[in-house]
């Protein structure tokens, strides 16, 4: 008799529990509040930002050699603090930026460029 009232005991709170399961699925990953404002785009009621592809300074202008003297080129490719700036930023293709980088540790290393940023 007591085995009986366990079983009965357990069954009914597993039965709960799926139920509970049941429903949070039904309800969707936020639950019941619905799907975020402003749709996919995260903006609201606006057209959707739209990014330019960006392409290689140095292909585009067939720049064949990129000279460490050429300061005034490779400064554009220096941040304020010093870095070098990514491709990821700046769009240039990885053969340029790698002898783009190449060129400005030479000019940094005659002191053509600074190795940091104003202090």
């Known amino acids: 008799m007591a085995e009986e009232t366990n079983t009965a005991v357990a069954t009914a709170n597993g039965g709960a529990e ?3 399961s049941e429903t949070s699925r ?3 990953p ?3 509040r619905g799907p975020r404002p ?3 785009g995260g903006r609201e009621g606006g057209r959707k930002y739209f990014r330019r592809k960006k392409v290689c300074k140095f292909c585009v202008e067939k720049i064949e050699s990129i000279n ?4 005034r080129l490779l400064a554009q490719f220096v941040a304020e603090s010093g870095k ?3 491709r990821r930023l700046t769009g240039v ?3 340029h930026q790698r002898r783009l980088s190449t060129a400005i540790k030479q000019a940094r290393n005659i002191a053509l460029l600074p190795f940091a940023g104003r202090a």
Do not use: L, N, Q, S
Not at 68 to 71: F, R
């Open 30 to 32: 936020r639950g019941a």
């Open 18 to 20: 799926a139920a509970r």
């Open 93 to 95: 293709c990885t053969p």
């Open 68 to 71: 460490y003297k050429d300061v």
């Open 84 to 86: 070098i700036v990514p």
């Open 26 to 28: 039904a309800e969707g």
């Open 38 to 40: 402003g749709g996919p």
